[in-house]
């Protein structure tokens, strides 16, 4: 899959400017990337303009929902350099949702060839900014046109970006949770593991719900036993309990976290002992009002981490406030050495970074 970049999106990326205010994912690059699969194998890849994709009304991805996508970052260090966070975990991931989804494989190099690619064509565009970034969404979607419920034979592959601030600014206050103790995320067998925007579109009518009560954020629970923690929407869940950090462990309804798992690494370096298993949220309201649990945040590409202010079990539930939940000590000062990694103020593990030639 070689990369072709095609001299209009070039004139593209000469002439665009960045606004003044970016938020996040609002803003998009003025090119993408873009590969067909069709009779067994890929297409090479195009650098093309930012723009509306053809698509018949019949597509596959339009009524069954064969769709995933990766999200990751690249940053802009102190000295101009830019750079990207871990993306062959992106690769390996977007590769394990395709098999579940039924859709084929991209070959993980060709992930990395494209994200670096972009990366690098956008390099301009990267903002500077602590915690800003260059959102990087590798997706692809089932194209086939016919109404049979099985899987596409055709698909696209695709890789846009996004220049954004920060998820949440440093002062955003800490968040509220409602713990979801009705409807479900994910069950045992299914997609819950996978990137796929199922497992996000169904969570909306509860996120619904929650705003009316005025909470920001929910908390799912497993669906057989309505009592074990599993995660957010679209972030992981941790906990600080007599100065360790808990979270709950993998399983097929949780998404494997790439700040989740970097975090944890973090941790154990830091000195801080780190706990994978069951969490029951019974057990966890019950630490919180004794005192024994003094932080939670949620934490995920996108937010990085994110504070919890407090948590109600139930839509109509007491919410009961974390004791740290405004210095959240241990989270920031995770969330502040991350930062300090992806930006290039301090080195990480090894293998974490890998540095981006700009092209233009």
Same mark, same amino acid.
């Given at each position: 899959?070689?990369?072709?970049?095609?001299?209009?999106?070039?004139?593209?990326?000469? %002439?665009? #400017?960045?606004?003044?205010?970016?938020?996040?994912?609002?803003?998009?690059?003025?090119?993408?990337?873009?590969?067909?699969?069709?009779?067994? #194998?890929? &297409?090479?890849?195009?650098?093309?303009?930012?723009?509306?994709?053809?698509? %018949?009304? !019949?597509?596959?991805?339009?009524?069954?929902?064969?769709?995933?996508?990766?999200?990751?970052?690249?940053? #802009?260090?102190?000295?101009?350099?830019?750079?990207?966070?871990?993306?062959?975990? +992106?690769? #390996?991931?977007?590769?394990?949702?395709?098999?579940?989804?039924?859709?084929?494989?991209?070959?993980? %190099?060709? *992930?990395?060839?494209?994200?670096?690619?972009?990366?690098?064509?956008?390099?301009?565009?990267?903002?500077?900014?602590?915690?800003?970034?260059?959102?990087?969404?590798p997706f692809m979607i089932a194209?086939?046109?016919?109404?049979?419920?099985?899987?596409?034979? &055709?698909?696209?592959?695709?890789?846009?970006?996004?220049?954004?601030? &920060?998820?949440?600014?440093?002062?955003?206050?800490?968040?509220?949770?409602?713990?979801? =103790?009705?409807?479900?995320?994910?069950?045992?067998?299914?997609?819950?593991?996978?990137?796929?925007?199922? +497992?996000?579109?169904?969570?909306?009518?509860?996120?619904?719900?929650?705003?009316?009560?005025?909470?920001?954020?929910?908390? @799912?629970?497993?669906?057989? =036993?309505?009592?074990?923690?599993?995660?957010?929407?679209?972030?992981?869940? !941790?906990?600080?309990?007599?100065?360790?950090?808990?979270?709950?462990?993998?399983?097929?309804?949780?998404?494997?976290?790439? $700040?989740?798992?970097?975090?944890?690494?973090?941790?154990?370096?830091?000195?801080?002992?780190?706990?994978?298993?069951?969490?029951?949220?019974?057990?966890?309201?019950?630490?919180?009002?004794? /005192?024994? !649990?003094?932080?939670?945040?949620?934490? /995920?590409?996108?937010?990085?981490v994110a504070p919890v202010k407090?948590?109600?079990?139930?839509?109509?539930?007491?919410? *009961?406030?974390?004791?740290?939940?405004?210095?959240?000590?241990?989270?920031?000062?995770?969330?502040?050495?991350?930062?300090?990694?992806?930006?290039?103020?301090?080195?990480?593990?090894?293998? @974490?970074?890998?540095? *981006? $030639?700009?092209?233009?």
């Amino acid at each position: 899959m070689k990369l072709i970049a095609d001299e209009s999106a070039l004139l593209k990326l000469k %002439d665009f #400017k960045l606004p003044p205010q970016l938020g996040f994912g609002k803003v998009m690059a003025p090119v993408m990337i873009e590969a067909d699969y069709e009779d067994g #194998k890929w &297409s090479d890849m195009k650098l093309i303009p930012y723009g509306p994709i053809p698509l %018949d009304p !019949c597509s596959k991805v339009l009524h069954y929902a064969q769709e995933i996508f990766e999200g990751l970052k690249a940053y #802009k260090t102190a000295t101009g350099e830019i750079q990207l966070f871990r993306p062959e975990l +992106n690769a #390996k991931r977007f590769n394990k949702s395709a098999y579940r989804m039924a859709m084929p494989e991209v070959p993980e %190099d060709a *992930i990395l060839e494209s994200v670096h690619a972009l990366a690098s064509y956008c390099s301009a565009l990267v903002p500077e900014q602590m915690g800003a970034s260059l959102y990087i969404r590798p997706f692809m979607i089932a194209t086939q046109r016919e109404l049979k419920v099985n899987p596409s034979n &055709s698909y696209k592959y695709l890789v846009v970006a996004s220049p954004s601030e &920060s998820y949440f600014s440093s002062s955003t206050p800490a968040v509220k949770i409602m713990v979801e =103790n009705e409807a479900a995320r994910a069950t045992p067998g299914g997609t819950g593991y996978s990137k796929t925007g199922c +497992n996000y579109g169904q969570s909306l009518f509860s996120a619904i719900k929650m705003k009316e009560k005025g909470f920001d954020m929910i908390l @799912w629970l497993d669906a057989i =036993n309505k009592k074990y923690i599993e995660e957010m929407s679209g972030m992981n869940f !941790c906990a600080i309990v007599n100065g360790e950090l808990h979270t709950p462990e993998l399983t097929d309804t949780i998404l494997d976290g790439i $700040t989740r798992r970097s975090l944890l690494e973090l941790a154990r370096e830091m000195g801080i002992t780190t706990k994978e298993y069951r969490m029951d949220i019974n057990v966890l309201m019950e630490q919180i009002k004794k /005192g024994e !649990c003094t932080e939670a945040f949620a934490c /995920g590409t996108a937010a990085i981490v994110a504070p919890v202010k407090s948590l109600a079990l139930g839509h109509d539930g007491e919410s *009961i406030e974390l004791r740290d939940h405004k210095a959240a000590p241990v989270a920031n000062k995770l969330r502040q050495r991350l930062l300090n990694i992806q930006s290039g103020i301090e080195q990480g593990p090894e293998g @974490w970074i890998q540095k *981006i $030639t700009p092209v233009l």
